[in-house]
């Protein structure tokens, strides 16, 4: 019995947990419709504080009632997964995977043993003995036979199957040094054991281990996830909500070959060494592939090897291997009746040495030609071009060892290509570059030095460039107070601009910096990535826009960013299916999102400059909504908006790993070092032999090969190319200060500037002063509404207020008028300001300003009478004529509106006996004189 991945697995099956699952289900379903109708009430609620307590209380239940459910769900789900029902349909769910990974591996593997050239002929005849040194205790090894006598597990390429098979433990370690065969032969064996597999035999994967980190998860996980990737089928859920690929790996029926443990970085070989000890458990079949010297020295530093696995040694190949492997491999001439081959005068030297005429040499080429990577370059180097192999018995040129091994390396991309100066000089290229790295993994999205943070830095100066124009051609006269200065909006905004700039090349000093692949990822449920992932962002973004004014723009762009990092997250570049594939997911995740994926998961640096690119949109909308600009028109918003999406288009894009490999290659191209299409010519090299892939890296096939590319030409520095400069170690993030230096401060510059924003008065209106009042409303203005008229008051303009009132010398018929201009105040226009001011002097029922005595008699108060009065001026933008009193001796109230003045009449006029039949009369006296007043406004 183990437990792993929350389960209980007992006799390798899984049982669920038990649990009070309907409970917590129930719960979380009402905490969450609990959240949903006090949001609901406070939506439709009147207005009052309570409404913003219930809303956000409302939907903060919500969300996490969401979460809990979701939570829930997946708990009661696993409570009831292993039914005796699902059972079986997990039984026939694992069995179809098994074969679909039996027919994946088997296509696979079949395309690499032909680029190795390992089906035809025979494979060279690897032979290794039992390194008695480096294998575990034989006890341990044998499991319940308690002899520690060591086994004899010699044998030779063929055998490698029997060999695993008489290893009780099932744990292999295949050692040897560089080209000895080691990945060959594990190739082998899983192609042999997958050739004849049955129902109850594990499924070999290999596995190249220098994509694990044993610090951050174990063997399993890690090797679940790679499959996960390496073969979609793999990533589904089984019915018991598993992925298919765990499954297979904790049922005990994948075996796995870590190929390469040696490729793994030094500091990581002891730690991947306590990993196995601690987690395999008893009878876990395991294969690996190194170096023997390199783990010698792991075992050395972790204390331990690998738990109960046997050792074995690869041996030097043999004179008769070798010359019975080269001859196979040429075409065969009949001379003298027997067959020939061009290959004779060198193998018949390397068979009797002595009896060459040049034995020194023979036993060099012998020496050279002891290990199969030689021989295969040989072959290909040879046996199937218009080369002689005779050559290589030439001492003059190859006077060592080591001179006929370089030479054959040389001989390898003009042997398979016919254009072998371009492949020759863009593999040099790339060979020096990884040396420059000090790596091993050509990855198309960071080949190119410092072209990619080049293009990305100029993605991000130049949108923040067209915005600061952008301010100042929407706001050209606009200054605001910005911590004491009166400064222009734009120029305040400019000079924010470089604090992202400042933060980017910081961030791209640290290996974090490096654009990462990306690819579109179609969710298993589109229930659950509405409900689960995404369903807690609308709630929240409706409400802050609701509460507090936050931009509905604003918050549909946070909303569409989201989606874009939930839809199109990081490709797992060690374990990707191809680069080629990798390039098409990244550049359409790029173009579908455009370009938000990667300013969502960039950092501050690029946080705080889509801030700014946005910026424009958001202080026209505030301008315009508080009174700052009366009219914006259509060019206005559509500029600005297109604007903001072109920056941050621009700007997303530019952050890709697309854009950065269509940078970085612009350069050698340039330089006539690579072809355009990179990958192609990457993908070219892989399908010839040249390179290998691994995961989503391309790596050359013989270390020795990237070695020998690499020093051929050491006559230009890497710096010309965009290398990145020797030792240069990345910048401690913790010791950089600049990480909240800068941040802090754009964030101080910001909210200076937004605050300075809503301090600015708004647009002032046509009118700044007022004549004296009664020169607005004279003497001949009246006359038609009193007789004998005669002033009562008349204040000078020396504030905004201009008044003055009329009383009739015969009948006591009054007229009081006052106008005030308004000013603009901060967040409002003048007009507006106006505006407001109309809507409170509109009659309510008691006269306003100075006037008349009210009337002697009560007056019977009856609702206001509107009329409909004759067309105003143009200067004037509203008016408003009612009874305000009604009566014998009723009050008429006009109230008219020019721009950002307010002109009031109040008309105590005479009604009569019937006054609702005069109403109408006074009523267009005081809109007459109303009127009259507005048309003498200056200006």
């Known amino acids: 019995m183990y437990q792993a991945a929350g389960d209980i697995y007992i006799d390798g099956v899984p049982r669920g947990g038990s649990g009070p699952g309907l409970l917590r289900l129930s719960l979380a379903s009402a905490f969450f419709l609990l959240g949903v109708l006090l949001a609901l009430k406070g939506l439709v609620g009147h207005d009052s504080p309570e409404r913003t307590v219930l809303v956000g209380l409302g939907a903060t239940c919500a969300a996490g009632g969401l979460l809990a459910l979701s939570s829930s769900i997946r708990r009661w789900r696993r409570s009831r997964r292993y039914t005796p029902g699902r059972v079986r349909r997990l039984e026939h769910q694992l069995a179809d995977a098994a074969e679909y990974l039996t027919r994946e591996l088997l296509a696979q593997g079949g395309r690499e043993e032909r680029l190795r050239r390992l089906q035809h002929p025979s ?26 006598t060591p086994l004899d597990l010699s044998g030779d390429f063929p055998s490698i199957g029997d060999v695993f098979a008489a290893v009780p433990s099932r744990r292999l370690i295949l050692l040897g040094p ?17 050739r004849s597999i049955t129902a109850e035999d594990a499924i070999p994967v290999i596995l190249s281990p220098v994509s694990w980190d044993p610090r951050a998860e174990s063997l399993a996980a890690w090797a679940a996830r790679r499959l996960a990737l390496d073969h979609p089928a793999l990533a589904r859920r089984t019915v018991a909500d598993v992925p298919v690929a765990s499954e297979l790996l904790f049922r005990g029926r994948l075996l796995p070959i870590l190929d390469g443990f040696d490729e793994m970085p030094v500091e990581l070989r002891p730690e991947a060494l306590r990993r196995l000890r601690d987690e395999l458990g008893r009878g876990e079949p395991l294969i690996m592939t190194s170096r023997e010297d390199e783990y010698r020295a792991a075992v050395d530093t972790a204390h331990t090897g690998l738990p109960g696995a046997a050792a ?31 290959w004779d005068p060198v193998l018949e030297a390397i068979r009797h040495p002595g009896d060459s ?47 006929i091994e370089e030479h054959l390396l040389d001989q390898l991309i003009p042997s398979v290509t016919d254009r072998p100066e371009r ?15 000090g790596t091993q993994d050509l990855a198309w999205w960071n080949f190119g030095g410092r072209a990619p943070r080049a293009i990305a830095t100029l993605g991000l100066a130049l949108p923040l460039a067209g915005a600061s124009a952008l301010m100042r051609w929407l706001f050209p006269d606009l200054r605001i107070s910005w911590f004491g200065a009166v400064l222009p909006l734009w120029l305040t905004f400019a000079m924010l601009c470089p604090l992202p700039l400042a933060q980017f090349a910081a961030d791209s000093r640290r290996r974090e910096a490096t654009p990462v692949p ?48 939930v839809l199109h997250p990081r490709v797992q570049v060690a374990t990707a299916q191809s680069p080629p594939r990798m390039l098409r997911q990244d550049r359409a995740a790029t173009l579908a999102s455009m370009g938000l994926v990667n300013i969502a998961t960039r950092g501050p640096a690029v946080w705080m400059g889509a801030v700014l690119m946005l910026l424009p949109v958001a202080v026209l909308g505030y301008w315009q909504s508080s009174g700052g600009r009366d009219h914006s028109g259509t060019v206005h918003w559509a500029v600005a908006m297109g604007g903001a999406a072109g920056a941050i288009a621009v700007c997303g894009m530019s952050l890709s790993a697309w854009g950065g490999y269509t940078a970085a290659r612009v350069g050698p191209w340039a330089a006539g070092m690579l072809p355009w299409d990179v990958v192609d010519f990457l993908d070219d090299a892989h399908q010839r032999g040249v390179l290998r892939r691994s995961g989503g890296f391309y790596q050359f096939r013989h270390a020795r090969l990237q070695e020998r590319l690499a020093s051929s030409d050491e006559s230009e520095p890497t710096g010309r190319t965009g290398g990145p400069v020797p030792g240069r170690a990345p910048l401690d993030h913790e010791a950089d200060g600049t990480r909240l230096l800068l941040p802090s401060a754009f964030a101080v510059g910001l909210v200076g500037l937004l605050f300075g924003m809503t301090r600015i008065p708004g647009v002032p209106g046509p009118y700044t002063a007022l004549p004296p009042g009664c020169e607005l409303l004279d003497r001949s203005d009246v006359s038609a509404a009193l007789s004998d008229p005669e002033r009562a008051t008349d204040f000078l303009s020396a504030d905004p207020v201009a008044d003055c009132a009329w009383v009739s010398g015969e009948d006591g018929a009054g007229v009081v008028f006052r106008a005030r201009v308004h000013r603009p105040v901060p967040g409002r226009s003048a007009a507006e300001v106006a505006e407001v001011h109309y809507e409170t002097e509109l009659p309510t029922g008691e006269p306003r300003g100075p006037g008349p005595p009210s009337p002697t008699e009560a007056p019977s108060y009856e609702p206001p009478t509107a009329f409909t009065l004759p067309e105003a001026p143009r200067n004037v933008d509203e008016t408003a004529t009612r009874v305000d009193i009604p009566g014998p001796h009723p009050l008429i109230v006009t109230v008219v509106r020019a721009g950002n003045v307010v002109l009031t009449i109040s008309y105590d006029g005479q009604a009569g006996d019937r006054p609702e039949d005069a109403y109408p009369r006074l009523a267009r006296i005081s809109h007459d004189l109303a009127v009259s007043a507005a048309r003498k406004l200056p200006g």
């Not at 060279?124 to 499991?143: E, I, K, P, Q």
């Not at 560089?178 to 997958?194: P, Y």
């Not at 020496?367 to 050559?391: F, H, K, N």
Request: proline residues 8%.
């Open 123 to 148: 494979p060279l005849s690897v032979r290794w003995d039992t390194a008695d040194d480096l294998s575990d205790h034989w006890a341990n090894v044998r499991g319940r036979d308690e002899a520690d």
């Open 178 to 194: 560089v080209g000895a065969g080691k990945s060959a032969l594990a190739l082998h064996f899983a192609l042999g054991r997958l």
């Open 312 to 342: 074995v040694r690869l041996r030097p190949l043999g004179a008769a291997d070798i010359i019975g492997y080269l001859r196979r491999t040429a075409t065969k001439t009949i001379a003298e009746g027997r067959p020939t081959t061009r």
């Open 357 to 403: 005429p040049r034995p020194v040499q023979a036993r060099l080429v012998r020496e050279a030609l002891s290990t199969p990577l030689m021989v295969s370059l040989a072959r290909t180097a040879y046996s199937a071009t218009a080369r002689e192999p005779a050559e290589l018995l030439d001492g003059r040129r190859f006077p060592t060892p080591s001179a």
């Open 423 to 437: 492949m020759t000089r863009g593999l040099t290229f790339l060979a020096r570059r990884l040396g420059s790295l």
């Open 518 to 565: 990306r690819c579109f990822e179609r969710p298993e449920s589109l229930a659950r990535l509405l409900l689960v992932k995404l369903g807690i962002i609308p709630p929240i973004a409706v409400y802050l826009w609701w509460l507090s004014g936050f931009p509905l723009p604003a918050a549909v762009a946070v909303y569409v960013a989201v989606v874009a990092v």
